[in-house]
């Protein structure tokens, strides 16, 4: 017989329970088990007034805001009503079922307020990462470092070129991100390379071409532990290498200070490959750079390269093949200078006078009356890294390298971060760290928690 479901009887009392109601698998349940919130809190009271009426716990918008970037609600607006409608969610954020949702404006209330002045993702999010550590998560071996472009809320029709004069207005009146980029021009006193297009509402943006038509962005920058691909920290900069590999340095030496962790080896590409970062990492920080060294001196025409060339440490000269020496200083003089160039290098020469009579020449330096041998300031440290290139450990490290990758990949596709949403190197910076907070705690609940049956999640 065909059933009727039973409409109209206004039933007047209710008994139900949430904590019913969430699945056991869900992946909130496993995010609220290693999420203690304790201590952000005590971190937030100083910015708290001890008098009027109480504001919308800062607790309940970090939970809102950590259920955002897990499951991709990029918009606050959005995130306030699904928050609202999901019983999940409400379970994660503490709401009962008559409780106010906060409103969205909330959110960027306190975001350009409290919570920039205090820091407060970055202790969200270094609260989370002390807990993945106490939880075995980061073994410290092993770092990983990469970068990765987020486009930028900013209108490639709302750029200027770099090299015009800018005339931003009274300042009183300019938007946060404006004012921000002006405030950290003015203390760097640097007026900066003049870049191609400088955008109108996001200025701290870089202008980029990557195939396509040109964009603004960031780059989002991670230093990973390799067990578990956990994120020991995130860094917003410009896209440029320079840019990035200053983060990979803040990034390192922040780690080292705040939780004394410092890896035996570092994994990166070919952007982390310089000579100066390279002597940084093996001079100063004693840390094994299995990255792929940046080398121009292999000649491509069939010439003589310059590791045809013999280096002589004690003598501070090469030999060439045909066992004649270059210098970098051939006269004799009281006070030598250092022969460094702007690129931290000292170029070798040969003497005119051998290698015209060397039979060699025509395979050597066919064009020039003698020959030159570019050497970094930082060899030692590229000789080292080339050494490490030759190791089996060299080999895993690549494979390695592809956790970050994949890191980046899922930010894009399953947090649906590929566009910034806030403005400003503040903005990207807020945006970065919750998403690696997000990315640590489902991480940390996919590793530590059972895994679910095959059978249906929802409770009979
Ligand atoms: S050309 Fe000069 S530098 Fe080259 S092999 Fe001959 S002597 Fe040496």
Redesign the pocket.
């Known amino acids: 017989m065909m059933g009727r479901q039973a409409t109209g009887r206004e039933q007047l009392f209710y008994t139900f329970s949430m904590e019913d109601h969430v699945p056991e698998h869900h992946l909130l349940r496993g995010i609220h088990q290693f999420l203690d919130l304790s201590a952000f809190r005590q971190h937030m009271e100083p910015f708290y007034s001890s008098v009027g009426r109480p504001s919308i716990d800062p607790e309940l918008m970090i939970r809102m805001l950590i259920v955002g970037y897990c499951f991709g609600i990029r918009s606050e607006r959005r995130l306030c009503e699904e928050v609202h409608l999901n019983l999940a969610y409400r379970w994660f954020c503490r709401l009962g079922l008559e409780d106010q949702v906060p409103n969205h404006s909330t959110f960027s209330k306190n975001r350009h307020g409290r919570f920039r002045d205090s820091e407060a993702f970055r202790e969200v999010f270094e609260n989370v990462l002390s807990r993945c550590m106490a939880e075995g998560l980061v073994r410290g071996e092993g770092f990983a470092t990469d970068a990765s472009i987020i486009k930028a809320d900013a209108q490639r029709q709302r750029g200027v070129p770099g090299d015009q004069a800018i005339d931003w207005g009274d300042l009183d009146e300019a938007t946060r991100p404006v004012r921000e980029y002006i405030a950290a021009l003015e203390e760097t006193n640097d007026p900066d390379t003049p870049r191609k297009s400088v955008s109108l509402t996001d200025p701290a943006a870089t202008w980029i071409t990557r195939g396509g038509p040109a964009f603004f962005a960031y780059s989002t920058n991670y230093l990973i532990d390799l067990k578990a691909g956990i994120i020991v920290d995130v860094e917003a900069s410009a896209v440029n290498s320079a840019a990035e590999v200053e983060a990979t340095r803040t990034m390192i030496d922040r780690v080292e200070d705040k939780f004394d962790l410092k890896p035996e080896r570092l994994v990166g590409d070919t952007n982390y490959g310089s000579a100066a970062l390279l002597n940084w990492l093996v001079n100063e920080k004693q840390i094994e750079p299995h990255v792929p060294v940046w080398d121009k001196s292999e000649r491509q025409d069939g010439t ?1 390269s310059r590791s045809d060339f013999e280096w002589n440490e004690q003598a501070n000269e090469y030999t ?3 066992g ?1 020496t ?1 210098r970098s200083d051939w006269r004799p003089m009281k006070h030598r200078p250092t022969r460094i160039t702007k690129a931290d290098t000292i170029i070798y020469r ?1 003497h005119e006078r ?2 015209t009579v ?1 039979p ?2 025509a395979n ?2 066919p064009n020039t009356s ?2 030159k041998i570019t050497r970094s300031i930082h060899e030692k440290a590229r000789d080292v890294t080339r050494a490490i290139a030759m190791t089996d450990a060299y080999d895993q490290s690549g494979k390695d390298r592809k956790k970050v990758e994949m890191l980046f990949a899922h930010l894009k596709r399953i947090l649906k971060l590929d566009k910034l949403r806030l403005r400003g190197f503040s903005g990207a910076k807020d945006e970065f760290l919750l998403a690696a907070t997000a990315q640590n705690l489902r991480r940390m609940a996919k590793w530590l928690m059972p895994a679910a049956p095959e059978t249906t999640l929802i409770p009979a």
Do not use: D, G, I, T
Request: glycine share 0%.
């Open positions: 003589l060439c093949p045909a004649k270059l040969s051998e290698c060397c060699m020449k050597c330096c003698f020959r």
